[in-house]
């Protein structure tokens, strides 16, 4: 069965030459793709890879081979024969561009990646913090010396909702290429001639059809790019240009529990099987020292018995964070900001768990799962 009509078999078909159409966003910059097209063509290997949350990660496709990420793969190996092509997912469910940043290292750029599709657009907020996360993810990868592609991904949640506003600014101060399940779907849903449930599991995660799209209307843009590509020697790609917001999140540290050393430690413990620092007992501290200009926390949180955290910097104001929230679907990694500084020089974070907790939870524990830093200093 042809690729693009897996995407229609299940529905009437709204209209395919129009969706394709509204589904790009803006071209960019071809020179990486025509790049790595030439090279692709000349055999050996490619790592084609995604980053994102957990539509990335796969939730709701009721197989891998579904996934939009693993569909990318296939079209290069089905183009290029002769290539052999390593596929890199790197998504992880409910976690934004901010831990996508800080992680992006350690479960991305040491695979050496040739092809990247970024997908955060319903799980990171349309507004400027989130961009500056975007901005030093993009610019990690950009700056790789293997000159990666880069392709943005544009979601939606069931309000037609995403972040593409401040995302797409980002991605075109860079010349990368964007393509919008969003732009292409949400207008034919509006106008009642798709349903949400015909390319939707749930309120924000695609079900295969959903994928399915997902992932041609990224093919699309590779499919025009083959087959104009230049015969003679592709295009030379670009400088980095300075950044449009920050470049805070271009240098970055992540410190699993398990990698956390305290400074000082009064009734926290580490649990390997939680891979957690974690406390019951109210009044308990922990200090770490951690070097950068942002500092971030990431705790678990859960419907279940847990509590709060009193957390300063370097004794300054303090920030709650909370353990326990009042959704059914799960326990998942929290990523916050606890402290933006002048200077990324070392700071002591102070962890003290409290008596309060929320009215619906039944104990106080509380579990750190790491700490991030951002615009830590070039070695």
Known sequence: MPFISLVTMAAPNPGEAELFRRSLVNAGDPARLQQL?????????????????????????????????????????????????????????????????????????????????????????????SAEALEGLLRQILSQPNRPAVMMLFTMNKAGGNAQEWHGRVAAHYGVPMVSFRDALWPEIQGERLKWEDVEADEVHPNDRGH??????????????????????????????????????????????????????????YDPKLKAWK????????????????????????????????????????????????????????????????????????FELLDDKSPGSTGTEFRLLGIGAAGVPVP
């Open 279 to 350: 406390s019951d007992k109210p009044g308990s501290v922990i200090e770490f020292d951690v070097t950068g200009r942002l500092l971030f926390t990431m705790h678990y949180v859960v419907k279940g018995p847990m509590g709060k955290v009193r957390i300063s910097v370097d004794g300054g104001t303090a920030k709650e964070l909370n353990g326990w929230f009042d959704q059914t679907w799960g326990g998942y990694r929290q990523t916050n900001e606890i402290a933006r500084l002048p200077e990324a020089g070392k700071h002591r974070l102070r």
């Open 212 to 269: 399915a799209y997902c992932a041609a209307f990224v093919t699309a843009v590779l499919d025009r790019l083959l087959d104009a590509a230049p015969q003679s020697a592709p295009p030379e790609v670009k400088p980095l240009p300075k950044p449009l917001l920050s470049d805070l999140f271009e240098h970055t540290a992540l410190f699993e529990a398990e990698a956390l050393q305290p400074v000082s430690n009064k009734e926290w413990v």
């Open 37 to 129: 097209i030439a090279r692709t063509r000349a055999g050996g290997t490619i790592t084609v890879a995604v980053i994102g949350g957990s539509i990335t990660a796969g939730a709701k496709a009721t197989t891998p081979e579904k996934r939009y990420g693993n569909l990318i793969a296939d079209w290069w190996q089905r183009k290029f024969p002769n290539a052999k092509v390593q596929f890199v997912n790197a998504g992880i469910g409910a976690t934004g561009s901010n831990f996508g940043a800080l992680r992006a290292r350690r479960d991305l750029l040491s695979r050496q990646p040739d092809f990247v599709v970024v997908e955060y657009a319903v799980n990171d907020a349309n507004d400027q913090a």
